[in-house]
């Protein structure tokens, strides 16, 4: 592989460009989009999406995501925004047509960069939720208590602690019930598994793209779209997800969405258990998802 560092206009760090080898012709771009635990260029699942993608004649400009400057998640537009910067930095040192891969949270970056701008000729999606971050959070969080053995009682109340921290953030909840459910929350076994602090954050602080639909977005997509999940899918809900997916592909008219489901995976396509604490090489990657990418990426070739 052939790798240089570029500029993207609106980012302040350089990007990572890698190349087709020189004997291979390039037929188009990918722009990867990061997962919420990984933000920076330098990772397994781009540095994959690179080997495999490059001997097929596809360039890869990867970069680190932009901080938020609250210390927050940083916000879909704004990634969206560097998305499209991207692309058509790609698509400028390149000549051929560039598209966009997210892993989870950048799976709804991606889809609104798509949904905004006919320059994304492609969408390859990884894990993307079909709901809201909400209701992805309560399903993932409920879903692992679920395979630890907790029962119904356990997930009820970490349900209404999410809900009542929920109404919190949207400035409609009651903070000091929230914080008496937060408390007794923290005493619990399961507690690391709810993915909440063990305070409320100040009044001031919400959570921007909490209540973020993305159906009305992805009715707007338009282009050929790859969807992959792990059929042992622990974080967002498939089902849900391919069902939003089907509705807003009749929206929109879009008859090229095509649905892999990755035996023996989870979120990430690694197979087996998820990787402990998200440590993953390439070579952890399962052989069934790279003949996914192989194989879609070849079409017409």
Known sequence: MRSSEIAIPTLDGPGLLVMPPEDVPVRGGVVPLHGAAFPQRDQPLF?????????????????????????????????????????????????????????????????????????????????????????????????????????????????????AVEDVLRGTGDRQEAADLLAEAATQPWFPMAYLPPELPPPDQGWADMDYDPEPTLSRVTCPTLLIYGADEECIPPEASKEVWRRAARVSGNSDVTVVDLPGCGHIPVEGEPPVDLDFTVSDLSPGYTAALHGWFSRDA
């Open 47 to 163: 540095e994959h999406l690179a080997r495999t993608l490059t001997p097929l004649g596809y360039a890869v400009l990867s970069f680190d995501r932009r901080p938020s400057p609250d210390g927050d998640d940083t916000s879909l537009e704004v990634q969206a925004d560097d998305a499209l910067a991207a692309v058509a930095a790609l698509a400028a040192r390149t000549e051929a047509p560039v598209g966009l891969f997210g892993f989870s949270q950048g799976a709804w970056a991606a889809a609104l960069g798509a949904a905004r701008s006919a320059d994304v000729a492609f969408l390859a999606l990884v894990g993307g939720s079909g709901v809201s971050p909400a209701l992805q959070m309560r399903y993932y969080t409920d879903e692992l208590l679920r395979r630890a053995g907790y029962g119904e009682e356990a997930r009820a109340q970490l349900l209404a602690l999410r809900v």
